[in-house]
């Protein structure tokens, strides 16, 4: 049998490792260096994933082997991070024909319980503290994090919530709770995770969330924003692409989760495709800030694009506009792309992808007044 498709059996799930963590494992600011080159020292989940996934590509369980990647600092006021990744576009598993943002979950079709088991990294568990669960395993969702055996970058790996619950790619707000959680875990500020809806280049319609470092400081860091429902804590990025963002220390992880699921879940119910890039970041501000104040990065930046809709099968040898370039990280797939492609180009295809100015606004409107009358 395929080792691609083989079913994990009760054995392989009780050998899995089990990363468990509370609050106090957060790690309550990932200082943005101002130049001095001096890496944090890694947290326990940085040390776990980091070990696993290099292990992982030790024993030959990826598609290709990922060397040091090409990269330059495009020359521009975005200062967008540009890769070159060939391998990526050459041998990545084919990507599951979308037709839907609301398309069923299918057996049929690749999914995440048919990957080999030693692809697994290890499952996520938090224990709750509280009165009647103190001490005790919160249970009640089971998180598996494994290796993306076609890497974009160092340590990219999968969040697949329960995946034996077959959950379509839809976002719910243990999800998002759990990917900034992932986000307060590390010590790392180049720590990042992202989400792409169905009709937004999700490959794989089954519940998933990627995960990966990038160590170039990304302007979506620190990028100014105007506030819009201050209840909710819900910005309106100022600088291109148009977008949305939420911020959130470690305090209010569940509250900020619950308002961007409702975000999310109204994108949905309109049709709307979407993506999200979660990364340590500053306080919002709308303004640009000190030096202080842009290199804190305390909490979590959230920030949600909504688009154009993009379905069928999509071709893997283009440059498809998904979480990563929406937040200045360029993946390209050819040298001459690469090599020749210009701030300006970046910004002419993404703003394709983008929705028109008119509908862009009649959103924001639509969604202040849904955030503000729940």
């Avoid at 540009?82 to 049929?108: C, D, H, T, V, Y």
């Avoid at 994108?267 to 501000?285: D, K, Q, Y």
Wanted: hydrophobic share 35%; net charge negative; proline share 5%.
């Amino acid at each position: 049998m395929n080792k691609h498709h083989r079913r994990r059996t009760r054995e392989d799930l009780t050998m899995t490792l089990q990363f468990v963590y509370n609050g106090q494992d957060f790690v309550t600011e990932a200082q943005r260096s101002s130049g001095n080159g001096i890496a944090p020292e890694p947290s326990n989940f940085d040390l776990t994933i980091q070990a696993g996934w290099s292990d992982r590509m030790n024993r030959g369980l990826f598609r290709y082997h990922l060397d040091d990647l090409q990269t330059r600092i495009m020359p521009g006021p975005h200062g967008y991070v540009a890769q070159l990744n060939i391998q990526r576009g050459l041998q990545r598993r084919k990507p599951e024909e979308i037709l839907s943002i609301k398309q069923e979950f299918n057996a049929n079709q690749f999914n995440f319980n048919n990957i080999d088991p030693e692809e697994v990294i290890f499952e996520m568990t938090k224990v709750v503290e509280g009165r009647k669960e103190k001490g005790q395993l919160h249970e009640r969702w089971r998180v598996v994090v494994l290796v993306n055996v076609s890497p974009l970058e160092f340590g990219h790996f999968l969040f697949v919530q329960e995946p034996s619950c077959c959950l379509p790619q839809v976002l719910t707000s243990f999800s998002i709770q759990v990917g900034i959680e992932s986000v307060l875990l590390s010590s790392d500020p180049g720590f990042r995770v992202g989400f792409n809806s169905l009709g937004a280049f999700a490959s794989v319609n089954h519940l998933h969330l990627h995960g990966y470092y990038l160590h170039h400081e990304l302007q979506i860091e620190s990028v100014p924003v105007k506030l819009l429902v201050p209840e909710k804590g819900f910005y309106r990025l100022l600088d291109f692409p148009a977008g949305f963002l939420f911020y959130t220390e470690s305090e209010c992880v569940v509250k900020v989760a619950r308002a961007i699921c409702q975000v999310t879940d109204f994108l949905v119910e309109s049709n709307t495709a979407h993506n999200l890039f979660l990364t340590r970041g500053s306080p919002p501000s709308d303004q640009i800030q000190d030096e202080k104040d842009h290199c804190s990065r305390k909490g979590v930046r959230i920030a949600v694009w909504p688009r154009t809709s993009c379905f069928g099968a999509k071709d893997e040898s283009a440059f498809n506009v998904a979480l990563c370039e929406l937040a200045g990280h360029l993946p390209f797939k050819n040298k001459k792309d690469y090599e020749l492609s210009t701030e300006k180009d970046v910004k002419d295809v993404i703003e394709r992808y983008l929705l028109p100015e008119a509908e862009f606004h009649t959103l924001e409107q639509h969604l202040t007044r849904h955030l503000t009358d729940l």
